[in-house]
């Protein structure tokens, strides 16, 4: 099986053991409290999800290790290069 | 480590997604469990919303996206026509 198809499957068994269980289909008497959450729940993961997304790129980008001096280095082998070739005759 | 404007992004991210997580969880997941005279209630809005208005961003976002696409095509159909 594909792994979209295992996303699709799991996405589906979940969607309906939450209808099932948010329109007491299965009979169950759930506290009203209970009932209050688990309605917006799929909404909730979706937000979740989202909110750890965001925060591991935030957290990424903050944490990203720059190489500062082999970042100059390399723009000085480039200028380098750059007037070389002007000088041979290319055109940029 | 990072320097400069990608340390200051990457914390505001990290902390608009811990502000948005923290408050959705207490809204959605808290709250039903709080007596309802609690004064903590004052802070929240109606639940509804709590639906609506991610599914009014989702929608928003959609729409931006297809919004971008379109007009990167647009552009891509206008280079191909000029160079004919």
Same mark, same amino acid.
């Given at each position: 099986? &594909?792994?979209?198809?295992?996303?699709?499957? %799991?996405?589906?068994?979940? %969607?309906?053991t939450?209808?099932?269980?948010? &329109? %007491?289909?299965?009979?169950?008497?759930?506290p009203?409290?209970?009932?209050e /959450?688990?309605?917006?729940?799929?909404?909730?993961?979706? /937000?979740?999800?989202?909110?750890?997304?965001?925060? &591991? /790129?935030g957290?990424?980008?903050? &944490?990203?290790?720059?190489?500062?001096?082999?970042?100059?280095?390399?723009?000085?082998?480039? *200028?380098?290069?750059?007037?070389?070739?002007? *000088? *041979?005759?290319?055109?940029? | =480590?990072?320097?400069?404007?990608d340390?200051?992004?990457?914390?505001?991210?990290? #902390?608009?997604?811990?502000?948005? @997580?923290?408050?959705y969880?207490?809204?959605?997941?808290?709250?039903? @469990?709080?007596?309802?005279q609690h004064?903590?209630?004052?802070?929240?809005?109606?639940?509804?919303?709590?639906?609506?208005?991610?599914? +009014? #961003?989702?929608?928003?976002?959609?729409?931006?996206?297809?919004? @971008?696409?379109?007009?990167? =095509?647009?552009?891509?159909?206008? +280079?191909?026509?000029? +160079?004919?």
């Amino acid at each position: 099986m &594909t792994k979209l198809a295992q996303w699709l499957w %799991g996405l589906a068994l979940l %969607g309906c053991t939450w209808a099932a269980l948010a &329109t %007491g289909a299965l009979g169950l008497e759930l506290p009203p409290s209970c009932r209050e /959450v688990l309605w917006p729940l799929p909404a909730y993961l979706l /937000v979740a999800a989202g909110c750890y997304a965001l925060g &591991t /790129v935030g957290y990424r980008v903050d &944490t990203f290790h720059d190489c500062e001096d082999a970042a100059r280095e390399l723009q000085s082998q480039i *200028r380098e290069a750059r007037a070389d070739l002007a *000088r *041979r005759g290319l055109r940029f | =480590m990072a320097t400069g404007t990608d340390q200051v992004v990457g914390l505001s991210l990290v #902390a608009v997604s811990l502000i948005i @997580f923290t408050y959705y969880t207490v809204w959605v997941i808290l709250l039903p @469990f709080i007596d309802s005279q609690h004064v903590i209630h004052k802070y929240f809005l109606p639940r509804a919303y709590a639906v609506a208005i991610p599914l +009014a #961003a989702g929608l928003l976002l959609l729409l931006f996206v297809g919004l @971008f696409i379109t007009c990167v =095509m647009l552009k891509n159909q206008k +280079a191909t026509k000029k +160079a004919q």
